[in-house]
């Protein structure tokens, strides 16, 4: 290979380059078709294909064709009959065929890279079923990639060949063998088909008590049977001034478009936190904010810092929708993940694009005080962009917020939710706060009505009610306690120090694993969240559980206590 590889749709006169090397490699090599003058091999007309092609350079060095399901015909019905292939033929049957690599290329990357590029095309166009016929060549190729016999071999020139089937699924589970040989050729090739080199990835956020209640919401009264401790949503009810507003104006608000940019809301924030009405960008969640901000302001070529652990989502954006690349902040497990401010203020001296914090922590809890975080920010280059997570600081204390300090500073940025803490996670507000440079390219980029009209009257009502919530963050600071001693009776014993409506802990070693655990509590109606994924040193032992009222804790303690004894029980037999 001279350069990189290109990857892409064949087109114009592709098609004549590609019609010579089937020619060489099918009638002149191969001889399984005859030679001709015009030294050329086309297609049959009942088959209608497109072909993906590999360039070094400006010279086309390979291709792979895809035929759709609304080709009159499959190339694979030349050889077999429909009936002998046990697959059904409907809308969604894509074939692959000829995976040809030129002589002089073929110890190359150029056909697998070839081959996962006609995956991802089908999986890109509604496909769930691939067909294919393999010559013994690259047949065990087909097969490692999750394919499987489905008929008879049979022979054609010089060469036996077998019709192979695979679900998408089944690729996709068999590809997951193959990440560091993805990574390798993600590396490799400049990818020009109009379509991501992965499948875009869904990111997680718990929820999966939805599985129990039902996604549908026919039956919303079985709420009252499981306890969703796998999500972070306040144990307690929105203000009554909230409630008493969306209940009195419910037919009114629902049918009535919100003002376009929440003015009104925005004026309350900014009141409410001392600082200025440009100082705020509202948004439906602070989920759609990051989405928005990390997008705009980083490229494939950002470096990032993130801790280690840290909530999945950042994560996600970072490494998988936007392509930074990211480094991590490890914290240790043996010092309970607590942040040293001034080991990171020393990583971050360093020379990075953007740094995401989130302070309090998830799924840690842990918290650094807003005079430390501020002597950390005052030592970072003023070109790092410093973006601070504060969606439990009010479980601390809103005298800890950072919103005044970004109001001043371009280089910070705050992003709060008004959901966990406020007991609105089914409306969805948030907002940014930072300086009106900072958030003035953000604007043009929010659409009118990002923010539901029950969500900018019930966090009004929220915000001019300080009082009932630092009731509620009082109490929930008990709870907590109380679970935390409810945990150790029930023999957790490494338990995480936070400060916010979570507590992280991890399971003895001669126990159960988190995994067990959470299958064991589930059967039993408790849903709690396996926190192993969210850092790189977590183990598969970590838990965290959402604190609830004081009887859904005494609940989940009992089944915890008993989905314990269980799996101990299980293992030991």
């Given at each position: 290979m001279t350069t990189r590889m290109k990857i892409t749709l064949a087109q114009g006169d592709d098609a004549r380059v590609i019609d010579h090397i089937r020619h060489d490699v099918y009638a002149a090599e191969l001889r399984q078709f005859r030679s001709n003058t015009d030294e050329t091999l086309r297609d049959r007309a009942e088959v209608q294909s497109v072909y993906i092609a590999a360039f070094d350079g400006t010279e086309l060095i390979g291709f792979v064709g895809i035929t759709p399901p609304s080709s009159p015909?499959?190339?694979?019905?030349?050889?077999?009959?429909?009936?002998?292939?046990?697959?059904?033929?409907?809308?969604?049957?894509?074939?692959?065929?000829?995976?040809?690599?030129?002589?002089?290329?073929?110890?190359?990357?150029?056909?697998?890279?070839l081959m996962y590029a006609a995956f991802r095309w089908i999986q890109a166009h509604g496909g769930n079923q691939v067909i294919a016929i393999g010559h013994r060549k690259v047949s065990d190729m087909y097969v490692r990639l999750g394919m499987r016999p489905i008929g008879e071999r049979f022979q054609c020139g010089e060469l036996d060949y077998e019709p192979l089937a695979a679900t998408i699924g089944e690729v996709e589970a068999e590809l997951t063998r193959f990440e560091a040989r993805l990574k390798r050729l993600e590396a490799r090739v400049d990818w020009?088909?109009?379509?991501?080199?992965?499948?875009?990835?869904?990111?997680?956020?718990?929820?999966?008590?939805?599985?129990?209640?039902?996604?549908?919401?026919?039956?919303?009264?079985r709420r009252d049977e499981i306890i969703n401790a796998d999500v972070l949503d306040a144990w307690f009810p929105p203000c009554p001034a909230a409630q008493a507003a969306l209940h009195e104006h419910m037919s009114w608000i629902m049918r009535t478009s919100p003002p376009n940019h929440a003015e009104g809301l925005v004026k309350t924030i900014a009141a409410a936190r001392g600082v200025e009405p440009r100082n705020i960008l509202p948004g439906g969640g602070s989920s759609p904010l990051i989405f928005l901000a990390l997008r705009h302001w980083l490229t494939p070529e950002s470096r990032v810092l993130i801790l280690d652990p840290m909530y999945g989502e950042y994560a996600h954006v970072l490494e998988k929708v936007v392509g930074c690349r990211v480094d991590?902040?490890?914290?240790?497990r043996a010092e309970g993940y607590e942040v040293d401010p001034a080991r990171l203020a020393e990583k971050l001296e360093e020379g990075f694009d953007l740094v995401a914090w989130v302070n309090p922590n998830s799924p840690t809890g842990r918290h650094v005080p807003r005079a430390d975080v501020e002597a950390v920010l005052r030592r970072v280059p003023r070109r790092t962009k410093i973006w601070i997570d504060e969606t439990y600081?009010?479980?601390?204390?809103?005298?800890?917020?950072?919103?005044?300090?970004?109001?001043?500073?371009?280089?910070?940025?705050?992003?709060?939710?008004?959901?966990?803490?406020?007991?609105?996670?089914?409306?969805?507000?948030?907002?940014?706060?930072?300086?009106?440079?900072?958030?003035?390219?953000?604007?043009?980029?929010?659409?009118?009505?990002?923010?539901?009209?029950?969500?900018?009257?019930?966090?009004?009502?929220?915000?001019?009610?300080?009082?009932?919530?630092?009731?509620?963050?009082?109490?929930?600071?008990?709870l907590r306690a109380e679970l935390i001693d409810g945990l150790r009776e029930i023999g957790v014993t490494e338990i995480v120090p936070g400060v916010a409506n979570f507590v992280l802990f991890h399971l003895?070693?001669?126990?159960?694993?988190?995994?067990?655990?959470?299958?064991?509590?589930?059967?039993?109606?408790?849903?709690?969240?396996?926190?192993?994924?969210?850092?790189?040193?977590?183990?598969d032992r970590a838990i965290r559980v959402a604190v609830k009222d004081a009887e859904t804790n005494r609940r989940a303690l009992k089944i915890l206590g008993a989905a314990l004894a269980r799996t101990e029980v299980c293992r030991g037999s």
């Open positions: 015909r499959y190339s694979i019905e030349n050889h077999v009959r429909q009936t002998d292939l046990n697959v059904p033929f409907d809308e969604h049957l894509f074939e692959i065929r000829a995976l040809t690599v030129v002589d002089q290329s073929r110890g190359s990357f150029a056909a697998a890279a020009d088909l109009g379509i991501p080199f992965r499948p875009s990835a869904e990111c997680y956020h718990g929820g999966a008590f939805f599985e129990a209640i039902g996604d549908t919401f026919s039956d919303l009264a991590r902040f490890k914290l240790e600081v009010e479980y601390v204390g809103s005298g800890q917020s950072l919103e005044a300090f970004a109001a001043k500073n371009d280089h910070v940025v705050v992003v709060k939710s008004m959901s966990k803490v406020y007991g609105l996670s089914g409306l969805r507000a948030g907002y940014l706060c930072g300086t009106a440079k900072t958030l003035a390219p953000l604007r043009g980029l929010t659409p009118p009505w990002s923010v539901s009209l029950p969500a900018q009257v019930a966090a009004v009502k929220a915000l001019e009610s300080p009082d009932y919530y630092a009731e509620r963050y009082e109490q929930t600071h008990r003895p070693d001669d126990g159960p694993d988190g995994e067990s655990l959470i299958g064991a509590c589930r059967d039993r109606g408790l849903f709690i969240r396996d926190a192993a994924e969210m850092g790189s040193g977590m183990g």
